[in-house]
């Protein structure tokens, strides 16, 4: 009794995984496409970056700016292209440190799109508690509303996201780091992939939708 019970629970769970898969590969991306850039990236030329939009790499911790998010923030917006940005979230100082840092560095007036919280793994060797970390996040997230009138989009791996952010997040966006594989959750944006860009040296990171790029407006 107790095998046959395991045999049908797994025929049936593994159904359940089969259409979800299902679900999110029948997902139709959306035509536009996106960039994420930080100082580690250069630009040669702007009149050939052949994009919809760019998330740039603000802050980082309490401290840290991005000595090129105004920079590219100025010629992005020159070249027509919706610009976000980005926070790199540390589990080595508070969220009212972090947020702070990050609202200085980006006004309301200076992005089209919803901010982005990054948030990929324990950083800086302050491992803190799951529960710790969820509550940093949710802080960090409540001030962006306050100041931003809308939750950030939340960037990370689809394993730390299932760990972290199923529950109690729900509103939030997802935006999902894993390259070159479909996700197996609901996504929002997707990093697609690596690759060379006209007008940037090297690779960066490629990003899609899957639904309008209005939806991430602010």
């Not at 536009?32 to 970056?49: A, F, K, P, R």
């Not at 590219?72 to 972090?98: C, D, P, R, W």
């Not at 969820?134 to 990370?156: H, K, M, N, S, W």
């Not at 529950?167 to 609901?186: A, K, L, Q, S």
Request: aromatic share 12%; hydrophobic share 35%; charged share 20%.
């Amino acid at each position: 009794m107790n095998r046959m019970f395991y045999f049908i629970s797994c025929v049936i769970l593994l159904t359940a995984c089969n259409n979800l898969s299902n679900d999110i590969q029948n997902l139709e991306y959306q035509p536009y496409c996106g960039i994420d850039l930080s100082h580690h990236n250069v630009v040669n030329n702007w009149s050939e970056v052949k994009i919809d939009f760019v998330i740039l790499k603000a802050t980082e911790g309490a401290t840290y700016q991005d000595p090129k998010f105004k920079q590219y923030l100025k010629e992005a917006k020159s070249h027509n292209i919706k610009v976000g940005a980005y926070h790199f979230m540390t589990t080595s100082s508070s969220a009212e440190a972090q947020f702070k840092n990050f609202k200085n560095v980006v006004h309301r007036t200076d992005i089209d799109l919803i901010p982005v919280v990054d948030i990929e793994r324990y950083t800086k060797g302050h491992r803190i508690s799951k529960q710790k970390l969820c509550q940093e996040v949710r802080r960090f997230c409540d001030l962006c509303i306050d100041y931003y009138g809308t939750a950030p989009i939340i960037y990370c791996s689809e394993s730390f996201y299932r760990k972290h952010f199923i529950n109690g997040f729900e509103d939030c966006m997802y935006w999902c780091g894993d390259v070159n594989r479909i996700p197996t959750i609901h996504f929002d944006l997707h990093q697609t992939t690596i690759k060379h860009v006209n007008g940037i040296k090297g690779k960066v990171d490629y990003n899609r939708g899957i639904q309008p790029l209005t939806n991430f407006m602010l």
